[in-house]
């Protein structure tokens, strides 16, 4: 019996394994330089005052990140087509006009950081870097299969796991950190009500809204398997490894945030450096503070975030965009049968890279960044949430009532913090 015990379990870690697609990416892809820049920023402001935010975000990520894969596989189509088919087109451009402003500043901001980065670890110049990052990347994703380029994104999502190196190095008061996941330190001032949005802005983002639908459904194309609306009959083993993907995703996602910031807590808050202007800069901040080693991992893993986010923000715009105009996009399409489809995502990927050869200031540029997936998102989470609910686009696959209550309450507390973001400024 122990003999064919062990087996069965290391069929079933395979299992798991061969599960994780999409919702793993995209919440490795949600921890991208410009996330680590606001969580290293949090961390040495506030220091573990805001730990109790992550146990209020993650819910909220995980469910709304849930709809939007639901939507992909049951409909077979992306957040941006079924828009076009159920609402009017006014606000379908607008949606992804305000999408593509909003990806595009953000690639500026994750290539240059680095640029930024790999000059800290080599020297050079950050100029040169960012436009070989964001070459590098457009090609990538250009001219690798569905098949092997989600292969590569699945193990990028390793160079996350460098900032659990930082945390081992960093000395966490630990009681004070976990303490703070469940007294809530709270001020009503603009500066932490803006740090506040800036936790949830920066975790439920519209990109990856847009990418893992549009990934479930190159997962369906992939095993050849018809949208879960035309067969229902195949939706409970499909809904449930899809629920699994998108937990682990957002709960590694979670993690990670909060390894960041517990890292620059220990460090760079304790020893009184407040202010950090890029995730670079963060990273540089470490070395004297927690030394060389976790100054070269905080580095390390913003190249390899980078590497993961970059394709995600410029695939997003992609889909989004072909879906607009009614065209058909895929990552498993030769570049020469889709141009449209690839040429957003050089399009894109490149104008983000010229952003530092123009002396645009990146860190300025998150800052908008953050105001318009502010405004995009909660209009966004509203339309999900009625396409999830509608029977016209889910068949009898519409999302259960609890979920959709969840999704409702995640809709709510974004619009809430938009609102606070608003009031804040005055």
């Known amino acids: 019996m122990a003999g064919k015990g062990v087996p069965l379990s290391s069929t079933k870690r395979r299992r798991l394994l061969s599960r994780l697609g999409p919702g793993l990416v995209t919440g490795a892809a949600d921890d991208d330089p410009s996330g ?33 894969a639901e939507i992909g596989r049951v409909t077979g189509r992306g957040i941006a087509a079924n828009l076009r088919r159920h609402y009017p087109r006014p606000l379908l451009w607008l949606a992804v006009t305000l999408l593509l402003i909003a990806n595009v500043i953000n690639l500026g901001a994750d290539l240059s950081a680095m640029g930024a980065s790999l000059q800290l670890l080599i020297g050079g110049s950050i100029g040169l870097y960012t436009l070989l990052f964001g070459l590098f990347c457009a090609g ?11 292969s590569v994104l699945k193990w990028t999502t390793l160079s996350l796991f460098a900032y659990l190196g930082v945390v081992a190095v960093a000395g966490v008061d630990w009681p004070v950190a976990l303490r703070s996941f469940v007294v809530p330190e709270i ?42 609306y035309v067969a229902p009959e195949k939706a409970g083993q499909v809904l449930k490894d899809i629920r699994d993907d998108t937990l682990v995703g957002m709960g590694f996602s979670t993690i990670i945030s909060i390894a960041i910031v517990f890292a620059t807590a220990a460090t760079l808050h304790k020893s009184g450096i407040t202010t950090i202007n890029s995730a670079a800069e963060a990273a540089e901040a470490l070395r004297p503070v927690a030394g060389s ?33 009614g065209l058909a996009g895929s990552l498993d399409a030769k570049p020469w049968r889709a141009r449209f489809f690839y040429g957003v995502i050089v399009v894109t990927t490149l ?25 995009l998102a909660v209009p966004l989470m509203v339309l999900m949430m009625m396409i999830v609910r509608n029977p016209l686009a889910m068949g009898t696959l519409i999302l259960p009532p609890r979920l959709a209550a969840i999704g409702w309450a995640a809709t ?8 606070l973001f608003f009031v804040s400024l005055f």
């Open 412 to 419: 709510a507390v974004m619009a809430a913090a938009t609102l």
């Open 36 to 68: 680590i820049g606001t969580h290293s920023q949090i961390g040495a402001q506030f220091g573990y005052a805001l730990g109790w935010t992550f146990v209020l975000s993650f819910p909220l990520l995980a469910v709304i990140q849930l709809v939007a």
């Open 187 to 228: 001020h009503w001032t603009s500066v932490y009500l803006t740090a506040l949005v800036a936790i949830l802005g920066t975790t439920i983002s519209p990109y990856l809204f847009f990418w893992q639908a549009a990934q479930e459904i190159e997962e369906e194309k992939r095993t050849h398997a018809k949208p879960l």
């Open 351 to 375: 104008v983000g890279a010229l952003f530092q050869k123009l002396g645009f200031n990146p860190i300025q540029a998150l800052y908008w960044t953050a105001v318009i997936n502010g405004i």
């Open 293 to 325: 080693l976790a100054s070269f991992l905080f580095a390390a893993g913003i190249i390899g975030t980078g590497l993961l986010a970059v394709p995600v923000l410029a695939g997003s715009a992609a889909y989004a965009t072909t879906e607009m105009v």
């Open 140 to 150: 990538l994703e250009t001219f690798l299969s569905y098949r092997r380029y989600a």
